[in-house]
């Protein structure tokens, strides 16, 4: 089975809605409250220290008309290469690899 690499860094998706919200001049706080998010809840997923959920993509898409699917995928992109350079994840699905060939 292939390992699947990516050629690029991977974009947090709170990247691209904190360029966003910068670009339309947006207040954090007052995003937030029209989300009905905490500010700090809001300001982590735009710094990359929270990950986007399936509803709070929903929100920014009905917030800020960002397709919420867009959203995830950058999510999963994200999230799949954060794996791949954990080193102790990587070893354990070799292992698991070198079983599954006894099978």
């Known amino acids: 089975m292939a390992t699947v690499r990516f050629g690029y860094t991977p974009t947090h998706p709170g990247e691209v809605l904190k360029d966003e919200i910068e670009y339309r001049k947006i207040s954090q706080r007052k995003l937030a409250e ?4 905490s500010y700090k809840v809001l300001n982590d997923l735009l710094n990359g220290r929270r990950t986007l959920t399936t509803v709070t993509a929903m929100m920014f898409e009905a917030a800020l008309d960002i397709p ?31 079983y599954a060939a006894l099978l």
Not at 71 to 97: F, G, P, V
């Open 68 to 98: 919420a699917d867009s959203l995830m995928r950058l999510q999963l992109k994200y999230n799949m290469q954060q794996a791949m350079s954990d080193r102790t994840l990587m070893e354990r699905l070799n292992q698991i690899r070198k």
């Open 34 to 37: 029209q989300m009905g998010i």
